[in-house]
């Protein structure tokens, strides 16, 4: 089959287009005809190695996993032995590693059926952000009606589903972004939209609840001044960093989890987003349900995966970047 794959640590330079070996399915799996992959930070991060803390994990010296791409959406090809819930020919979305190829093998269980009102091209741009923002919203923010909630990072891949999310949960919701996004953040139903060029959020006077904070630009400090008395900062990634870090966005992050237990009436909460087929199931109900709708900044066909992961690279994207298989 045809994939995006790379054998060492670089700029989407080392990406390339080539046959690998078909994935082989194991008893619990599914194989996805894949149709459509979503580009995500994840996939810079994994691509460049970054931050260097990262590659204890990612590998040392070079990727474990060789074939980039998360998200995918597609039609089930085949299935494991000890797979009952879905069958060949089921349209699907879901995540795992290697998404960025004709084929890609997955978990039963990170794998749901496609929301109905979707094309292939949006349910892909979902499992990852949509999960991420559901997440951090629901379960760890624990986010009720009536709530203030702001979102730092509001026009990015999580960020315009949890607008949407924040919304579907009944709470009040202001999107932070630049000058360029702003009308894009009111259009998902944010109440209200600082323009961080203009604006800054920490010192406008607002308190929130809850800040959902997706771009790690901010220190704790500023942050808990938006903050209510007994108001909860949840903490997810930092997007594309500048690059040859050792700790990169993680910074923050870390510093976060070494704080939480200080933070006097604030709850400080880092979220590890995993892969959930319950959550898929969720994400699906409110798609069909018109309270969630992806957004796609544009789309590149597989070949051009490494263009796709450039252009998220030096920030010029909004929403979701798409590769059509």
């Excluded at 010296?61 to 089930?76: H, L, Q, S, Y």
């Excluded at 798609?287 to 490494?306: F, H, M, N, Q």
Aim: aromatic share 6%.
């Amino acid at each position: 089959m045809k994939a995006i794959a790379q054998d060492r640590y670089g700029s989407p330079d080392v990406l390339e287009f080539r046959e690998v070996d078909r994935p082989a399915v194991g008893d619990h799996e599914v194989l996805v005809r894949v149709r459509a992959a979503a580009v995500n930070a994840r996939d810079w991060h994994l691509m460049r190695g970054d931050p260097y803390v990262a590659r204890l994990v990612l590998g040392l010296r070079r990727p474990k996993e060789r074939i980039r791409g998360t998200d995918f959406a597609g039609r089930v090809e085949a299935v494991g032995e000890k797979v009952t819930r879905l069958h060949p020919g089921d349209e699907v979305f879901g995540e795992a590693d290697g998404a960025f190829a004709e084929y890609v093998c997955a978990p039963e269980g990170a794998v749901a059926a496609k929301p109905a009102n979707l094309t292939f091209e949006q349910a892909a741009a979902v499992p990852l952000a949509g999960n991420t923002a559901l997440m951090g919203l629901r379960d760890l923010g624990r986010v009720r009606p009536g709530q203030r909630v702001l979102v730092n990072g509001a026009s990015g891949g999580v960020g315009t589903f949890a607008v949407q999310i924040a919304k579907a949960l009944g709470a009040e919701v202001t999107g932070v972004c630049s000058t360029r996004n702003t009308d894009l953040v009111r259009s998902l139903g944010a109440d209200h939209v600082v323009d961080y060029t203009r604006e800054d959020f920490t010192r406008g006077g607002r308190r929130h609840d809850l800040v959902f904070d997706l771009v790690g630009n901010r220190s704790l400090t500023d942050i808990r001044r938006a903050l209510t008395p007994t108001g909860t900062v949840v903490l997810s990634g930092g997007g594309v960093s500048e690059g040859g870090s050792v700790f990169g966005p993680m910074g923050l992050i870390l510093k976060g989890q070494a704080l939480s237990r200080f933070a006097g009436g604030h709850r400080l909460l880092v979220l590890t987003a995993t892969p959930n087929r319950e959550n898929l199931d969720e994400l699906r109900r409110l798609a069909e349900a018109g309270k969630v709708s992806p957004v796609i900044d544009r789309t590149y066909p597989l070949s051009e995966a490494s263009e796709a992961i450039r252009y998220l690279e030096v920030e010029h994207a909004r929403a979701k970047v798409v590769v059509t298989v």
